[in-house]
């Protein structure tokens, strides 16, 4: 079962607008990672936030993280068509001697020109 | 581009039969680390190997197994396959056994007829 879960499934702007994307997870983690999928291709690496921080940032990228309520958001600021993707986000509960990623089912963003 | 190499883009086979997918890490990476992405179960993490040993197991079948050699290739056998092994199989790399970014391949897409 996936431990992540994304909100909202999917969601439709129009270009320039700011997109955000919500994460929740069960468990305690390491770190949180968010990943891009362009439609049946590989995963992106976008940004990776550690539990001990509290927000990142990464170009046009900003991800928070709270582990309280053990919960992430991922905000795109100024969209553009190009955005158009799966986002995941991925929570790494490593254990001392590997690592796993657990997805969530993702969000589907259409940035509509 | 991720620096990961996987072949064969594409794979159709027929039921009862035995693949091998392989993979490259990007240059400099110990750490290969094999998912499976299909519609009903989404991205599950498989298994992850280090400097050629195992570190972390997923719900990884005992139909399939893998290993990491010298060069640190690796390798994905999957076997007595099911119509419900069809799926996209991604590799992923990293730098060291956890803690990390983990940089994704474009995939092996399997079918299974």
Redesign the interface.
């Known amino acids: 079962s996936?431990q992540g879960e994304e909100d909202p499934q999917a969601l439709s702007i129009q270009e320039g607008e700011n997109a955000t994307m919500n994460c929740s997870y069960k468990t305690s983690i390491?770190?949180l990672?968010w990943?891009r999928q362009n439609s049946?291709?590989?995963?992106?690496?976008l940004i990776?936030i550690r539990s001990n921080e509290r927000e990142k940032h990464s170009g046009r990228l900003r991800v928070t993280l709270d582990t309280s309520k053990k919960s992430s958001s991922l905000l795109i600021t100024a969209s553009r068509a190009a955005d158009t993707a799966s986002y995941?986000c991925?929570t790494?509960a490593?254990?001392?001697?590997?690592?796993?990623?657990?997805?969530?089912?993702?969000t589907q963003l259409t940035v509509n020109p | 581009d991720s620096g990961v190499t996987q072949t064969p883009k594409h794979l159709i086979t027929a039921t009862g039969q035995r693949v091998t997918l392989r993979c490259s890490p990007r240059s400099g990476d110990l750490s290969v680390y094999w998912y499976q992405q299909s519609l009903d179960q989404g991205l599950q993490f498989l298994i992850q190997y280090y400097n050629g040993e195992e570190r972390a197991k997923g719900n990884i079948l005992e139909r399939f197994s893998a290993q990491q050699f010298p060069d640190l290739h690796s390798e994905l056998n999957l076997s007595s396959l099911e119509l419900g092994d069809s799926a996209l199989y991604f590799c992923a790399s990293s730098v060291t056994a956890a803690y990390n970014e983990q940089f994704f391949g474009p995939g092996t897409r399997l079918t299974v007829l």
Request: charged share 20%; net charge negative.
């Open positions: 996936q390491n770190n990672q990943y049946g291709r590989g995963l992106v690496h990776l995941f991925a790494d490593t254990e001392t001697s590997g690592s796993r990623l657990t997805f969530g089912e993702g």
